[in-house]
């Protein structure tokens, strides 16, 4: 069965310190996978997505996340924390021709001024 | 381009009263359509999904009942909520297939149960 495990359910990082949130996928066969972001009482919307066609991926305001095999990771990570980052973070691997997702359970990222 | 729109935005319900949540999306067809539930500190639940009008497939045994009854119309309902049907619900969509096709979701409607 495929399943995503998220470590930390809380990051905190400095603004402008490096932001690393840690994904590890279980999956049988080649996964496609994404990273979400929520904002407070709003929708996840799509950062970036992991379909295979290269193992370094570019996502919308400046995150990017690696696909590793061997460790079977998906870390999503940016090199300069905003302020505007702080939100809750969420990995999936999708499964099956229905499209659905398997999420983690989420990690919320804090930024300190 | 593609919208997806839920509503209402909030929604404040006696314990016994009736659900009714709708969920739309325009400039697309056909899509794959999806419900879930954020509780709270907690991560998204599937609730439900539809690959087609009158197609639905459920997730997770519950209170709740989904209808697809237009190709682009989801809705999410109750006949009696309970005070753990609470939290935060979250339509999304996608294009058909299984070739890593992204989900894309509205913007959520916070449900309190009273």
């Known amino acids: 069965a495929q399943s995503v495990t998220q470590l930390g359910s809380h990051v905190s990082v400095s603004e402008g310190a490096l932001v690393l949130l840690r994904c590890n996928y279980s999956s049988s066969v080649p996964p496609y996978l994404f990273w979400y972001v929520q904002y407070p009482n709003q929708g996840l919307q799509l950062l970036l997505k992991y379909t295979s066609a290269a193992t370094l991926v570019k996502g919308i305001n400046g995150f990017e996340a690696e696909f590793k095999k061997s460790e079977t990771s998906f870390h999503l990570t940016k090199p300069s924390a905003h302020m505007s980052d702080a939100a809750e973070y969420f990995c999936?691997?999708?499964?099956?021709?229905?499209?659905?997702?398997?999420f983690g359970t989420g990690t919320l990222l804090a930024v300190q001024p | 381009s593609q919208t997806i729109h839920q509503w209402p935005a909030t929604l404040v319900q006696p314990v016994g009263s009736p659900l009714s949540l709708e969920c739309t999306v325009e400039g697309t067809s056909n899509p794959n359509l999806y419900w879930y539930r954020q509780a709270a500190g907690r991560g998204l639940q599937l609730l439900f999904y539809?690959?087609?009008?009158?197609?639905i497939s459920s997730e997770v045994p519950q209170n709740l009942s989904a209808s697809r009854p237009q190709d682009r119309q989801f809705i999410l309902s109750s006949k009696k909520l309970l005070l753990s049907d609470s939290g935060f619900y979250l339509c999304?969509?996608?294009?058909?297939?299984?070739?890593?096709?992204?989900?894309?979701f509205g913007d959520g409607t916070r449900l309190s149960i009273l």
């Open positions: 539809s690959v087609g009008i009158g197609q």
């Open positions: 999936a691997v999708q499964r099956g021709a229905t499209n659905k997702l398997i």
């Open positions: 999304a969509w996608s294009h058909r297939g299984g070739n890593g096709q992204p989900q894309h």
